[in-house]
Every structure is written in structure tokens, then in C-alpha cells.
């Protein structure tokens, strides 16, 4: 039976994470332990996500998800992607600006980009790319586990000489095997005529669910899926994004700005933001760390007003606003919630509650920040907490601006020494001083809540029926419609253009035979 409160749904994939754990300790680590790196075995062991992952991948066959688990840790091994720095990749790579992450599709995803037209077939250098490649997974996964990736192949101006079917189907790989349910979609864009067979064979080293996620897109179509300023203008986009290295692309963290006009802050007088002028290790824990990076910061000076509190249970709680169910550890705080900030279009809706709890025996510095400083106001933002003790942070939208999926919040923490003062001037010293390797990151991702409509008896199922929704509804089909109707004329000029060609080499192969055909006679006339 299962335990009160808890869904039996919930328990049933508790048991079976717990037994995919046994199985893969009795079968595969007892006699082959030297197969993995140990540090993968001890997080499979702790990280319910990671496992539940490979068995929603393999549709809970328990056999298929263990030896789907066998062989992404042998090849992370392989990789030794545990210690796999920036360093360990050679510098021409990251120059060419053949790969990277930068912007996101409308859903919230991150965008990672292939510039096709930039790659070309070398056995020689084709361990260093994979490396390559899994070094930006890597990174990601470590910065936001669990979100996906929409993958953009931008195929302008490529042809015969970049395509390399084995680095292809080894990138298909890291989706399908090494990183489950990391895949949004994948986004040919203009793919030439002349690579359909390519294509065509790619098809079948996917499963049924990654072939629903490739969408093959043109200029007109490729707005669909991805907002003009995430797309570069080549694209139709708006996005100026010019690709140099170094340092690692990143979106920036730019100066705050609060209700009273800019602060003045320790970032006014510093370059740059610690976390952008080292570059970044993937050595660092899991547990500790939680990205996605943005354009914009926001962190105001202002504390919670005495009047927002509302005091009760033992501590203060701020009135109207959700408090939050779950809890990322970190190792210097507990940050409640977890991963994401819920907004909706109601005004109970539009605040939400971070909690921090100091889980050390010190003091700690924490400053809170936003890609998007003109829609989000955040009390306090640059403070610390006692050792033990709790501290609210309220966000809230301000100026009637709407929550994005691409919005994101940064936390930052560092522990202080004991002797260290609190204040506004000590606290803007202490963050210019403390080391990187000493700043706890987490991130939290903005989830934003659907309208829920009203249930109509007559002409419901009408689009029109939902008023703006409704209408923004048939606007989206229209235009899939319009992308659809696009890609069939395309499709119908490339074979009437062979029908051309056809009539063409039959028309000479008739004139051919014919005059072949008038000399044979003539000469037996």
C-alpha cells in the first residue's frame, strides 16, 4: 500500500530506481569496477534524476536502461570526462567557432549551434573534436541538469566537403545514449538538395523520438521554433552575437538597475563579474553547481520592508506570496525552490519566495541576480545570513512586464570570516576579494504558469472561441500551414527541375539512338 500523501506512480519509480541500482551494482560494478571512473558510480548511486532518466529514455525496460547506464560511463571514462577542462581541448577548436551555446528557442531551451559550413573531415582530429563536443555538453549539464537543448545545424553555405557521417552520428549518440532526454530538437537549417541522401541514413540511426525532433526549417520557417533576437541576421534575426574566443561566449551580466535609477555597486567598478574572468573547470561537484546564463543582471540594494512580513511559525514569511515545496543543497545554503520560479498572469501570481538557509558555522555573503533587470524587482539582493539562519528573498514583476521561460536567476554565495562586517561598503569589498573557487552558483530557471481558460458550452472548440489566446492560437497554424505550403513548393521545384533534367537526357539519348540507328542503315544500304 502505498504511503500517505505519496502517489503510488511515485513510489512505483522510487522501487525501480532503487532496483536499477542494485541490478547495475551486482552485474556490472562487482567484477568490472575499473570500467568506470568511481566518481559516476557514486553519483548514479545518490542522483535519482540520472537514473530515472535512463529508464524514462528506454520506456522503463529495465535491460535496456542498464545497458544504456554500461556504456555512457565506460565512455565518459574514456573521455575522463570528470576531469575535462578548457585546457585539455586544443585552442584552434575553440577559435574556429565551429560550436557553442548561445541563446535560447521559444520554449526556454538553450541553443547549441553547429556551423556545418566550419567543420571538415580530418581522422586525424576527429578524437579531439569529440572531445570537443562533449566538453560543451558537459558543461551545460552541470550548469542546468535536466534542461534540455535545442540543437541548431546551420547548414548556410555548406556542401559535400563538410559533411562527415561518422562525427555526425557520434553527436546523435551523445543524445541517444550518453545524455538522456537532453534533446528538445534538433533544427536543420537550409539543408542543401544535394545532402538529402546523407540525411536519409542518419534517419536510421534514430529511434522513433528523436526522428519526431528533427525539424528540417528555411529562412521563412525557422521563427517557428526560435525568436528573431535568438537568431542571427543571416537567419532574419536581430541578434548581433559575434562569435570570439577568448573568452568562452557567455551571455553577460551587466550592471544592476533598481527602481531609483542605477546603483553604484561593486560591479560599477570592477571589468568584469568573477564568474566571467576565469575559465570555467568542469571538475566542479554537481551538487554545488547549477548554470544558464543570460543577458542582463538585476540586484537591488533594497531590504523587505517591516510591513511585507508577516511573523509566524518562528520566522518571517512575506504575506501573499507562495512559499516554495522543494530544496536545492548546496553546500553553503539550501535554496528554496529547487530549480525554477513559477509567474502567472494573476497579481498572486506575479511575486515569488527564494528561500536561503545557512547550513554552515559561518556567516554568508549571497547576492541574487536576473537576465532581466527591467522586469524584476528583488528584496534583498545583496546581503548575507547568519550561520543557522534563514533568510527571504521576494521577486517580484514590476511594470507589468510578463515572465519569460528564458528569464533566469543567479545566486551566488561565498562564506565570510566570522570577524567580517555585514554592511553595504564590507560587503562590496568582500565580493571584489573572494576567490572564484570559492563562490557556491545556482540558478534557477523561470516557469511561467498557464491561463486557465473558462469552459464554454457553445463554441469551445472554435479557435476564435478564447478571445486573444484563441486568436494567437490561429495565428500559430497559420503560419505552420504557410511553413508547410513553402516546403512543398520547394519540394515541387526540385522535382520539376528533375523532370527537366529527365526529358532533357531522354530527348538527347532519343536523338542518340536515332542517329546511331540512320547509320547502321546507311551502311547495309
Not at 501570481?349 to 541576480?369: D, G
Request: hydrophobic share 35%; proline share 5%; glycine share 4%.
Amino acid at each position: 500500500m502505498a504511503e500517505v500523501g505519496q502517489p503510488e506512480s511515485e513510489q512505483n519509480t522510487e522501487t525501480q530506481i532503487e532496483e536499477t541500482r542494485q541490478r547495475f551494482k551486482n552485474e556490472y560494478v562487482q567484477d568490472s569496477s575499473d570500467k568506470y571512473d568511481s566518481r559516476d558510480v557514486d553519483r548514479l548511486m545518490k542522483d535519482d534524476n540520472m537514473v530515472e532518466g535512463y529508464l524514462t529514455w528506454r520506456q522503463n525496460v529495465m535491460e535496456d536502461a542498464l545497458k544504456m547506464i554500461d556504456e555512457s560511463l565506460q565512455w565518459r571514462k574514456e573521455l575522463s570526462l570528470n576531469d575535462l577542462t578548457e585546457s585539455c581541448i586544443p585552442k584552434w577548436m575553440f577559435e574556429t567557432g565551429a560550436v557553442f551555446l548561445h541563446g535560447y528557442d521559444k520554449e526556454g531551451n538553450k541553443l547549441f549551434w553547429f556551423k556545418v559550413k566550419l567543420h571538415t573531415k580530418d581522422a586525424k582530429t576527429v578524437q579531439d573534436k569529440k572531445k570537443y563536443v562533449a566538453f560543451w555538453l558537459e558543461r551545460y549539464a552541470k550548469r542546468e541538469p535536466g534542461m534540455p537543448l535545442t540543437v541548431v545545424f546551420d547548414m548556410t553555405e555548406s556542401g559535400i566537403s563538410n559533411i562527415d557521417m561518422e562525427f555526425v552520428k557520434y553527436i546523435i549518440n551523445c543524445f541517444k545514449v550518453y545524455y538522456p532526454k537532453f534533446l528538445s530538437k534538433m533544427i536543420m537549417y537550409e539543408m542543401p538538395w544535394i545532402m538529402n541522401a546523407a540525411w536519409k541514413i542518419v534517419k536510421t540511426w534514430l529511434g522513433p523520438d528523436a526522428i519526431s525532433k528533427l525539424k528540417f526549417v528555411s529562412k521563412s520557417e525557422i521563427q517557428t521554433y526560435v525568436g528573431a533576437e535568438h537568431l542571427p541576421p543571416h537567419m532574419g534575426g536581430t541578434d548581433t552575437f559575434k562569435y570570439t574566443y577568448p573568452p568562452l561566449p557567455d551571455d553577460d551580466f551587466q550592471s544592476p538597475v533598481s527602481e531609483n535609477g542605477p546603483i553604484l555597486s561593486e560591479d560599477e567598478s570592477e571589468c568584469k563579474d568573477p564568474e566571467v574572468d576565469c575559465r570555467e573547470s568542469l571538475e566542479s561537484s554537481y551538487s554545488s553547481e547549477l548554470v544558464t546564463k543570460p543577458k542582463k543582471v538585476n540586484f537591488s540594494e533594497d531590504s523587505l520592508k517591516l510591513d511585507d512580513l508577516d511573523k509566524g511559525d518562528g520566522c518571517a514569511r512575506v504575506k501573499g506570496v507562495r512559499k516554495p515545496l522543494t530544496t536545492f543543497k548546496g553546500t553553503l545554503l539550501h535554496i528554496s525552490p529547487a530549480e525554477e520560479l513559477s509567474f502567472g498572469s494573476k497579481e498572486s501570481e506575479k511575486k515569488c519566495l527564494i528561500i536561503l538557509s545557512n547550513v554552515t558555522k559561518n556567516q554568508v555573503a549571497f547576492k541574487v541576480r536576473t537576465t532581466a533587470p527591467e522586469k524584476y524587482r528583488v528584496k534583498p539582493s545583496n546581503s548575507s545570513c547568519e550561520p543557522g539562519a534563514s533568510m527571504d528573498i521576494v521577486v517580484s514583476l514590476h511594470g507589468g512586464f510578463q515572465a519569460s521561460p528564458t528569464d533566469r536567476f543567479l545566486v551566488m554565495a561565498a562564506e565570510m570570516e566570522q570577524s567580517a562586517g555585514a554592511g553595504s561598503p564590507e560587503l562590496a569589498q568582500f565580493w571584489k576579494e573572494v576567490p572564484k573557487a570559492k563562490i557556491m552558483e545556482h540558478r534557477l530557471r523561470c516557469h511561467v504558469l498557464e491561463s486557465v481558460k473558462p469552459i464554454l458550452s457553445l463554441g469551445s472548440e472554435s479557435p476564435l472561441a478564447s478571445g486573444p489566446n484563441g486568436h494567437q492560437d490561429l495565428q500559430t497554424t497559420l503560419v505552420r500551414v504557410m511553413a508547410i505550403n513553402s516546403r512543398l513548393e520547394q519540394k515541387l521545384d526540385s522535382c520539376l527541375w528533375f523532370q527537366r533534367l529527365l526529358m532533357m537526357l531522354v530527348s538527347v539519348l532519343m536523338a542518340f539512338s536515332l542517329s546511331t540507328f540512320y547509320l547502321i542503315w546507311s551502311s547495309y544500304s
